[in-house]
């Protein structure tokens, strides 16, 4: 079980990581999008599933 193995003190602060993700005012709902491991979108607020496409092809590599 999960809640026995990890203690909430084991965990970020969520609010820190937030703000370090680009959500400033520490609202949710909050969604983030990586590439490489770096965050290249982020939408603060309900997500679309028009919305989410575009965060996907935001963050798809760009052909050469």
Do not use: I, K, Y
């Amino acid at each position: 079980d999960w809640s026995s193995d990890v203690c909430s003190s084991d965990l970020p602060d969520v609010a820190a990581v937030m703000r370090r993700a680009g959500n400033r005012q520490g609202a949710l709902p909050f969604t983030l999008a990586l590439r490489n491991g770096a965050v290249c979108a982020t939408h603060l607020g309900e997500l679309s599933d028009e919305a989410l496409a575009a965060m996907q092809t935001q963050c798809m590599p760009v052909s050469p």
